[in-house]
């Protein structure tokens, strides 16, 4: 099973460093590359190995040593295979922290241990609990330049714990003190802090458990219809999609949403090889017993699903904006909800986040960055969930119509009647 | 300080190539779903291979709703061409060539001189010139983020502006792997369903699915000189320069591109099984070992991206 990272920390919390000691000490860096981090270390750089270089691989980002923008990177160990979206922590890159955890399992937070908690901390941690990231590893980086002090890393973990409190959805922190630069508890455990008896980072991803998917029932949202038009196939009629939520059998009644129809499933098909069931992430088609209007935008739910999705054309969400254009009262956008794309009008914002104290701010605008609850008038009815039960039914993009710029990702959170 | 040695021992079967092909799968429809005039690019390499393997199998029982593309630099391999006709005809889609010798003809570019010349960059004009000619609005691509480190940070669906350049500043935030494919007139789209797969799991998906291959990705006999510590094959548009000594060798491509830059590797791997060990116990990218174009400099292939490249 493939573990997703997000990784985010704030400028020089050494994040970049530690992908790069993860990369190295797995043996995913391979010798070109490392060969070419050495030339450009002497480039960018007091001479000696820069492992951040590894993954800032943009000019800009040399230039800078920054990271701008969220890198992806591969790597596996005997017990699993990792996926890491690399994300920036400038506050005006709160889009692209929100992009990386939108993906993720687990979130690695780094805290400067000299520092302690910043504001980007506390962002990230924000960030986290309103994605939905459940499980936090809350890295304090650098403890070789505050003497491996206990009492720092202490202080520093208490101060995180009090802040989980005030979280807009609980998220668990699993601390560790670190030193991504040495390898202090990267992969193996420190001799430095004999103190620290859990386990170093790399075993604590290996082997995190995490919450099964919920079954709440089979939905498919159609992508396209397969209409052979082939003596072979003349009758066919495959509705293309992924599926989510639960496992689609043949046989299963079926509802198709938004209208009120009802049919039965005779046909599964993957890659146009036909099989009985169906799991959740499989991208299939299906074939329906009656011949009803179905087009894509629409979705197939089970029957028996125990929590079916609701059609609502008002939704609550929570957004966040990534647009230098201002999110305001009465502006419209597209919405594009599962393969769905309409109209969506901002009827009311509700309240600004804070995402430093998690407290709420009425607002008349979100702007670039912001993260807020609005309200919204669409256009047709959309099937959704709401994104803590079901995260594909219950998140959405809104996108810009004069410049096709994305602009908001949304959480689904409620309807309005 | 513990390396982990998990190269080999992380091969398990076919794991997660079947999350992976859901995904590249779903990738593909919708970008079909949401586009007017989509095209897949095809060079004849390994990646491109599977992404077309990919797309018929998003469609079937259908037919590929899009027509293929392959950018011609005439500095191919005979091997490779021979291939590109016969899977033409095995998925009965409809190609379409774009020739780099036209460009050249019309003057819409000049040929590099010298002993190191290449077509490779100019391949650019050449695809844009094509999509702007047919109006495609998207073009499939097999790259994937872990060939290069300007790769990494490549979208899935990548906006290109009306001068067909690539600002990875400016990119489109993907949440949750949604697409946005609003674009306006003269813009297009690249997208890439192999984003998150690695080499390995190229060639494994390749070895599952018995996707065919050119030859020339298994080890043969074959004329070389020795350039920068790459193989190059003579015989073609590569001539050796005065102290260079053409010399019989066992090798194979672990690329296939424009013949001038692409170098083939020493290796007795004569098929998919001894490809698979060799990749996977492989210390070197398959960039870094075969193509002189991107260690020319540091940022080669994020200069070549901007300007419109794959």
Redesign the interface.
Known sequence: M?LRIATAGSVDDGKSTLIGRLLH???TV????LA?VE??SLRYGDGSLNLAL???????E?EQGIT???????F???KR?F?VADTPGHAQYT??M??GA??SDVAIVLVDARNGLTEQTRRHLFVASLLGVKQVMLAVNKMDLVDFSRDRYDEIVAAATAHATALPAPVTLNPLPISALL?DNV??SSDNMPWFTGRPLLEQLETLELDDDQNIGARLSV??V???Y?T??HD?R?L???LTGGTLAIGDRVRVLPGAQQSTVIGI?R??VPQETAEP???ISIQLADDIDIS?GDVVVTVAAHKPPVVADQIVADV?W?VDKPLEVGSRW?I?HL?R?AKAFVSAIETRHDVVTAAQHSTERLELNDLGRVHLNVSVPLVVDLYDDH??GG???L?D?AT???CA?LMIRGFDE | ???????L??IRDD??L??L???A??II??V???TRAPVLLFSGGKDSAVLLHLAA???????LPFPVMHVDTGHNFDEVIEYRDQLVKDYNVRLVVASVQASIDAGRVVEETGPRASRNRLQSVTLLDAIAEHQFDAAFGGGR??E???R??ERILS?RDRFGQWE??A????????L?A???TG?HLRAFPL??W?ELDIWRYIAREEVPLPSIYYSHRRVVIERNGMLLSVGGPVVAEPGEVPFEETVRYRTVGDASCTGAVRSTAANVHDVIAEVAA????ER??TRADDNFS??AM?DRKREGYF
Do not use: C
């Not at chain 1, 391979?30 to 590359?33: A, G, M, P, V, Y």
């Not at chain 2, 492989?282 to 990218?285: F, L, W």
């Open positions: 493939v000490d797995t043996k391979f010798e070109d590359q070419s030339k450009a590894l993954t800032d691989g943009l000019r800009a040399r701008i923008d969220v890198a992806y990177r591969y596996a160990t005997p295979t996926v889009r692209n929100v992009t939108s993906v390898g992969v193996d992508q396209w397969i209409r052979p082939s072979e196939h066919y495959g293309a999609g992924r098909d890659g146009g992430g499989e991208a894509r966040s990534m597209i594009k393969t794309t995260r594909p998140a959405a993009i996108v119509e096709g710029m994305t990702a | 300080m513990t390396l982990i040695d998990n190269r021992d992380s794991e997660g079947d999350e092909e859901d995904e799968i779903t429809r919708e079909a779903a949401e199998k998003a469609f079937r029982p259908g037919n983020r872990d290069d480190k300007a990494a940070k906006f990875p500043r990119q489109r935030p993907e949440p949750w792997n949604m946005n609003k674009i306006r813009e984003s998150n690695t492989a210390r070197i990218t870094g070992a540091d940022s994020e």
